[in-house]
């Protein structure tokens, strides 16, 4: 069932502030030479990083983002005083590109990437995102199409199981961890969450989870992430928001486990690397970096944001700026 607060009440945005700050100057550079900044929030949520811009920045437009249609119809309702400012459309961020196209955009002067699992995703027990209760097993960031959690456990080879739960989740026992899948399906197929809690639970040594949380904790990243392809489209997303950042444009990341991290590193790394080959005794003009690097290294939060939001915890925050157009107009990773 869902809950009956507000969503504001229900959601408070990772790192807002921060993030804001990051995109203030591009947006008000933006606003300075063009009358209009436009900003791309790939991952609409339920709308509070897009509706703490839009107050803040009165000449702002925001195109929102979500593949999930409930966050959608949330943050609609969330962000009607600024109707006339936004656009929220149903897609999946690596579309990014072609969207800020379909809206009659040329480009944009920031992205904002909150990624991994959203709070209303956490929060709506239906939906199976959580190991800490039962609900039937999903896991669909949209759940309109594709397949669930539950096509997974149940078909997937076990080979297959130990590589996604070793590969996405990280999880030592990914070994252990399928195998009892597989023995458990063969009497009754998985349906809900409590069930495939149960089976992982009976393989992993009681130590390992007084050291490292809930046993289901990384099964169940590894399962979210191929339901939903979460790298693969994150791979494809960064470049492409990249590619419509107008210069002086800003892109903000905040990511939640190292595979994320890692994804968005190597991309922002490139690009704000000279290419010319080692050695060449001149750096060409289509050599130059594209990208300033706007964090050191990774940022993590403050004492203060997690105690706001405890969902920031295990947030890591980078940020880049669009310095100089590639030649040939395209980005290259």
Not at 104 to 128: C, P
Not at 157 to 170: D, F, N
Not at 210 to 226: D, Y
Request: with cysteine; aromatic share 6%.
């Amino acid at each position: 069932m869902s809950e009956e607060r507000p969503t504001e009440e229900r959601h408070v945005p990772v790192l807002r502030d921060r993030c804001i700050n990051l995109l203030a100057p591009s947006i008000e550079s933006a606003v300075a030479d063009h009358g209009r900044a436009v900003v791309v929030d790939a991952t609409l949520g339920m709308g509070g990083h897009t509706e703490a811009m839009l107050q803040r920045f009165p000449q702002l437009h925001v195109i929102g983002i979500d593949r999930d249609r409930q966050a959608l119809a949330l943050a609609g309702e969330r962000l009607e005083p600024f109707a006339d400012r936004i656009d929220l459309v149903h897609a999946v961020y690596d579309e990014i590109a072609e969207v800020v196209a379909d809206l009659g955009f040329d480009g944009i002067d920031g992205a904002l990437f909150d990624l991994g699992v959203s709070s209303l995703q956490l929060d709506e027990r239906d939906r199976g995102f959580a190991y800490s209760y039962d609900a039937p097993l999903d896991m669909r960031m949209d759940t309109s199409r594709g397949r669930t959690a539950a096509d997974v456990v149940n078909t997937y080879s076990e080979a297959e199981l130990v590589g996604i739960i070793r590969k996405w989740g990280e999880e030592k026992f990914a070994g252990r961890i399928a195998s009892a899948i597989v023995a458990a399906r063969a009497a009754k197929p998985f349906t809900t969450t409590g069930e495939l809690v149960e089976a992982i639970r009976g393989v992993v040594p009681a130590a390992a989870a007084r050291t490292g949380g809930h046993p289901a904790k990384r099964t169940f990243q590894a399962l979210r992430i191929e339901v939903n392809e979460e790298l693969d489209v994150l791979e494809r997303a960064i470049p492409a928001s990249l590619s419509v950042l107008n210069m002086g444009g800003r892109v903000v990341v905040m990511s939640y486990h190292s595979l994320e991290d890692k994804i968005v590193k190597g991309i922002f790394a490139a690009g704000a690397a000279s290419s010319a080959p080692k050695g060449f005794p001149v750096e060409l003009e289509q050599h130059k970096a594209q990208l300033k690097r706007l964090t050191k290294g990774t940022e993590v939060p403050t004492d203060e944001e997690i105690a706001e939001n405890p969902r920031a915890a295990s947030a890591k925050l980078r940020a880049v700026e669009r310095i100089r157009k590639p030649m040939d107009g395209a980005w290259k990773k």
